[in-house]
C-alpha cells in the first residue's frame, strides 16, 4: 500500500510555482509517494475577477477536467490521500472529494473503504466552503484581491478549518518583499510539514 497526492493548481499559478513545488516535496517526504497532478489547461483570466458568474463557469469546466483526470484511480489502493490545491483549485478539491465520500457512502457496491482525505488550501476562495472540506488546514493573504479574506478566515473558522493569515501578502502569499515572503514560505511549509505528520 501506498499513499497519493492529487495536486489542483490554480488558474495561472501551476504546479512548478513554490506553494505547490514545495508542497508536493513536503508531501513526497511525508511518504506519499504517488503523485497526481491536475491539468486545467489554460483559462482566460479576463474579466473573471469579481464575476461570480464567470467564476462558476469556470469552476464548472474545470471540476469536469478534473471528474476525467481522477476516474480511473483506485482510491482504495491507498492507505492515505492527500489534496493539495491554489486558488479554484481549492474550490474543485473540495467539491470533488465532497462528492467522491457522498457517492461512495451511497453505493451499496462499494464494500472497500474510502482512505481518510486530507486537504492543504492554499488562498482559498469562498466558495470552497460551500463543499465543507474536512480535514484540512488553510493559508490566505490579507491584500488578496481575488477574494474577500476576511470572509474566508470567516467561513474557515465556522468549519473548524485553522486558517493561517498572512499580513499584506497577495493571492501568491507574497508581499514584494523578497525576504519576507521566503520567511512567510517556511512558516507555511512548517505548519504544512506538522499537519502531514
Not at 2 to 16: A, C, E, H, K
Not at 50 to 64: F, I
Amino acid at each position: 500500500m501506498s499513499n497519493l497526492v492529487v495536486m489542483f493548481p490554480g488558474l495561472g499559478y501551476t504546479n512548478d510555482k513554490p506553494l505547490l513545488y514545495y508542497g508536493k516535496k513536503l508531501a513526497n517526504a511525508a511518504g506519499y509517494d504517488d503523485c497526481h497532478p491536475v491539468k486545467f489547461g489554460v483559462v482566460n483570466k479576463t474579466g473573471l475577477q469579481g464575476n461570480p458568474e464567470k467564476m462558476m463557469e469556470v469552476y464548472k469546466r474545470l471540476y469536469k477536467t478534473a471528474v476525467k483526470s481522477l476516474a480511473e484511480i483506485e482510491w482504495t489502493k491507498y492507505d492515505k490521500i492527500l489534496f493539495i490545491s491554489k486558488s479554484i483549485g481549492t474550490v474543485v478539491a473540495a467539491s470533488y472529494e465532497n462528492e467522491l465520500t457522498e457517492s461512495w457512502k451511497n453505493d451499496p457496491t462499494k464494500k472497500e473503504i474510502l482512505p481518510p482525505i486530507k486537504q492543504i488550501l492554499f488562498t482559498p476562495l469562498e466558495q470552497t466552503f460551500m463543499f465543507h472540506p474536512s480535514n484540512a488546514i488553510g493559508f490566505i493573504g490579507t491584500n488578496d484581491p481575488w477574494c474577500n479574506p476576511r470572509e474566508v478566515v470567516n467561513l474557515a473558522n465556522k468549519q473548524y478549518i485553522p486558517i493561517n493569515v498572512y499580513e499584506k501578502a497577495n493571492h501568491s502569499l507574497e508581499t514584494g518583499d523578497v525576504t519576507t515572503d521566503i520567511e512567510n514560505l517556511k512558516n507555511v511549509m512548517d505548519i504544512c510539514k506538522k499537519f502531514l505528520l
